[in-house]
């Protein structure tokens, strides 16, 4: 069974290849070079699409933010009960973000940047892991 700390180390692990991918579409955006996708080979149109940007900064910028934050907030919660809490609800919200960008890629762009795909499946991973659902194990002798 995963002891409740190494769910937070966990969480750290992946946020840091969510902040490391954010990084690295925030590079290719400031140097303006076109970003390399062989994958799914829509990354420009969805990176240069009126959906990449949120307030005027773009999206990768934000993920800067959010994987920094959780990674933040997970490294409190091995300690504090309330940093537990904020680390849900904030994985909460990113999920539900990260479902609206996917949707967004899927159904309005018609393409998929496979680095957004990263970070997005990784934030909606990321909220899983924190729901916390752990197995109970069956004792014999249940009455």
């Given at each position: 069974?995963?002891?409740?700390?190494?769910?937070?180390?966990?969480?750290?692990?992946?946020?840091?290849?969510?902040?490391?991918?954010?990084?690295?579409?925030?590079?290719?955006?400031?140097?303006?070079?076109?970003?390399?996708?062989?994958?799914?080979h829509?990354?420009?149109?969805?990176?240069?699409?009126?959906?990449?940007?949120?307030?005027?900064?773009?999206?990768?910028?934000?993920?800067?933010?959010?994987?920094?934050?959780?990674?933040?907030?997970?490294?409190?919660?091995?300690?504090?009960?309330?940093?537990?809490?904020?680390?849900?609800?904030?994985?909460?919200?990113?999920?539900?973000?990260?479902?609206?960008?996917?949707?967004?890629?899927?159904?309005?762009?018609?393409?998929?940047?496979?680095?957004?795909?990263?970070?997005?499946?990784?934030?909606?991973?990321l909220?899983?892991?924190?729901?916390?659902?752990?197995?109970?194990?069956?004792?014999?002798?249940?009455?």
């Open positions: 069974m995963l002891h409740k700390r190494h769910k937070y180390d966990i969480i750290i692990l992946l946020a840091l290849v969510g902040f490391a991918t954010s990084i690295y579409l925030t590079v290719y955006k400031i140097l303006g070079v076109t970003i390399p996708c062989s994958v799914t829509g990354c420009e149109t969805v990176l240069s699409s009126r959906y990449s940007t949120l307030l005027g900064v773009p999206l990768a910028e934000w993920g800067i933010v959010f994987f920094a934050a959780v990674i933040f907030a997970a490294l409190m919660a091995n300690h504090y009960r309330v940093w537990r809490r904020l680390l849900g609800l904030g994985l909460g919200a990113g999920a539900l973000a990260a479902l609206v960008f996917l949707s967004l890629q899927f159904f309005v762009i018609k393409q998929v940047c496979q680095y957004c795909f990263v970070c997005d499946t990784l934030a909606i991973i909220f899983l892991i924190d729901l916390n659902i752990e197995h109970q194990p069956v004792t014999a002798g249940l009455e």
